[in-house]
């Protein structure tokens, strides 16, 4: 079945801590906010997270994006979270729904949501996750649950059903959206769509790839045999046929 671009009704958040990336994306009319975490930032060579983060929201005023909190201990979590949401207006603070121990950060997530934090709650893999998620937000607040869809696709579950799981849970905080996390193929995009997922993350090579949709496929097939042939020529390799 051939796919168009306009049929698409998911968020598309570009994941990554390139900044200049991170400035490319934010030019594209396709992405609608960003995503990073420590992790990433950290593999940049960024070496001030609070600068980084300042430095991104500064360029982009205006579309959400989350930066993460990365306390282990449930009181400065929430003091992180704090801090994080007063960068600006469009941040998300990132939280992840468990501490390292296991022990779910019910605590954090009611307490920020509560004074109105706008979170992105990380690293969720279940849909019990989802319903203790859901139980500690405030309706009145809204919020992000990222489920690791990609990572949960890796241990060869289907994630699809879960994820159908986890909406149903969110329709007792319509004021919080589900996230289809660490996307691993650019299909990803339009499964979460078709089932009704709110926002996906992606890197930037797929988000690029979306020049392609609708390309006619014999059209495609005879630019790659070019291209294979000019890789080809252009290497001075040989066979021999006599």
Request: charged share 25%.
């Amino acid at each position: 079945m051939m796919r168009t671009l306009e049929e698409l009704k998911v968020k598309i958040f570009a994941d990554g801590a390139d900044y200049d990336g991170i400035i490319e994306m934010s030019k594209n009319p396709m992405v609608s906010g960003f995503t990073t975490n420590p992790s990433l930032i950290a593999k940049a060579g960024e070496t001030d997270y609070e600068a980084f983060a300042k430095r991104v929201l500064e360029a982009i005023p205006d579309k959400p994006v989350s930066f993460e909190v990365f306390a282990d201990d449930f009181p400065t979590m929430i003091k992180q979270g704090r801090a994080i949401a007063s960068w600006g207006g469009n941040v998300n603070a990132k939280v992840p729904v468990t501490n390292t121990k296991g022990e779910f950060a019910g605590e954090v997530i009611k307490t920020l949501s509560s004074e109105g934090v706008v979170l992105n709650i990380t690293a969720i893999f279940t849909p019990e996750q989802v319903e203790q998620v859901a139980d500690a937000l405030s309706p009145d607040t809204g919020a992000i649950v990222s489920v690791f869809a990609g990572r949960i696709a890796d241990t060869g579950i289907d994630p699809i059903p879960p994820m159908t799981e986890c909406l149903e849970i969110l329709k007792s905080r319509p004021k919080a959206e589900l996230l289809w996390a660490s996307t691993r193929e650019f299909v990803n995009i339009y499964q979460a769509n078709d089932m009704g997922c709110h926002i996906i993350t992606s890197p930037n090579e797929f988000i690029k790839k979306l020049s392609l949709v609708g390309k006619d496929l014999n059209e495609y097939s005879q630019e790659t045999v070019q291209a294979f042939y000019k890789d080809a020529t252009q290497s001075k390799f040989a066979i021999r046929t006599d």
